[in-house]
């Protein structure tokens, strides 16, 4: 009766989120980091959760590849879009460690000239990163895991196909910053267990400085999204160029009368 009962949550929860998709590889990370190997049972289990995964991520990748006329919209070229894709895959971690210049709106950068050094970078950062995962294999699986975890529930939002004006957004990060933080949190128990007494009062004392900061700045921030013209304002500060941003802003001026 579980199974029906998780299985039918399922269900809701891919239908209220495609992202929910990435559940079944999940399952199986998860059956990797407990018992150290994916069993033939294992994957069996998961059958039932792949057909349905597997129709919505179709429906997904159908409706970005084609516009509403059926002709497949020309869009970027191959490489910039893995260079974007690889370019996210750095993206949030570093908004994750430190969370500055937020915005509604994080457009594509300008590729008419050059591909931004940032974009370049993006692919060495990505396989560095991949190395001192499995290079930490020997001592703890808690850097693949928490790595697995990121990259397998923030691969569908990745832009392999340009898919709107964005090359990423904060709402794509909430459940992918679950594996940074299991990450973070297990370096820090590391630290504090080997730590002396000292030291550990000091490190406490930067991490509640965090806590606060943080706190602080996400409170000020709420309160731009009291109404469009604030938060499109607020994009228009880190990106005076955009037109989606222009735009949304005249849009958000004009229904208030603000002609």
């Given at each position: 009766?579980?199974?029906?009962?998780?299985?039918?949550?399922?269900?809701?929860?891919?239908?209220?989120?495609?992202?929910?998709?990435?559940?079944?590889?999940?399952?199986?990370?998860?059956?990797?980091?407990?018992?150290?190997?994916?069993?033939?049972?294992?994957?069996?289990?998961?059958?039932?959760?792949c057909?349905?995964?597997?129709?919505?991520?179709?429906?997904?990748?159908?409706?970005?590849?084609?516009?509403?006329?059926?002709?497949?919209?020309?869009?970027?070229?191959?490489?910039?879009?893995?260079?974007?894709?690889?370019?996210?895959?750095?993206?949030?971690?570093?908004?994750?460690?430190?969370?500055?210049?937020?915005?509604?709106?994080?457009?594509?950068?300008d590729?008419?000239t050059?591909?931004?050094?940032?974009?370049?970078?993006?692919?060495?950062?990505?396989?560095?990163?991949?190395?001192?995962?499995?290079?930490?294999?020997?001592?703890?699986?808690?850097?693949?895991?928490?790595?697995?975890?990121?990259?397998?529930?923030?691969?569908?939002?990745?832009?392999?196909?340009?898919?709107?004006?964005?090359?990423?957004?904060?709402?794509?990060?909430?459940?992918?910053?679950?594996?940074?933080?299991?990450?973070?949190?297990?370096?820090?128990?590391?630290?504090?267990?080997?730590?002396?007494?000292?030291?550990?009062?000091?490190?406490?004392?930067?991490l509640?400085?965090?806590?606060?900061?943080?706190?602080?700045?996400?409170?000020?921030?709420?309160?731009?999204?009291?109404?469009?013209?604030?938060?499109?304002?607020?994009?228009?500060?880190?990106?005076?160029?955009?037109?989606?941003?222009?735009?949304?802003?005249?849009?958000?001026?004009?229904?208030m009368?603000?002609?």
């Amino acid at each position: 009766i579980k199974d029906v009962f998780a299985l039918g949550l399922f269900f809701l929860s891919i239908l209220s989120k495609p992202m929910a998709v990435t559940l079944p590889a999940l399952l199986l990370l998860f059956d990797w980091f407990v018992n150290s190997r994916i069993s033939r049972k294992d994957i069996l289990n998961k059958l039932p959760f792949c057909l349905p995964a597997a129709l919505v991520a179709a429906d997904i990748l159908w409706t970005v590849m084609l516009n509403k006329d059926g002709t497949i919209p020309s869009g970027l070229p191959v490489y910039i879009n893995m260079l974007a894709a690889f370019y996210g895959l750095v993206f949030y971690p570093l908004k994750f460690l430190w969370p500055s210049g937020l915005s509604c709106l994080y457009p594509y950068p300008d590729f008419s000239t050059a591909i931004p050094a940032r974009v370049l970078a993006a692919p060495a950062l990505a396989a560095v990163w991949a190395a001192a995962a499995f290079w930490s294999l020997r001592r703890t699986k808690i850097l693949l895991f928490g790595s697995a975890f990121f990259l397998i529930t923030v691969l569908p939002v990745l832009q392999w196909v340009q898919s709107g004006h964005c090359i990423a957004a904060d709402r794509y990060f909430y459940i992918p910053g679950l594996g940074l933080g299991y990450m973070l949190s297990a370096l820090l128990v590391f630290a504090f267990e080997r730590l002396k007494p000292l030291p550990r009062k000091l490190l406490a004392a930067l991490l509640a400085a965090a806590f606060i900061a943080l706190f602080c700045s996400a409170y000020n921030r709420s309160f731009l999204w009291r109404d469009s013209a604030l938060i499109w304002a607020d994009a228009l500060k880190k990106y005076p160029d955009s037109q989606v941003a222009l735009a949304n802003s005249a849009q958000a001026l004009y229904s208030m009368g603000l002609y």
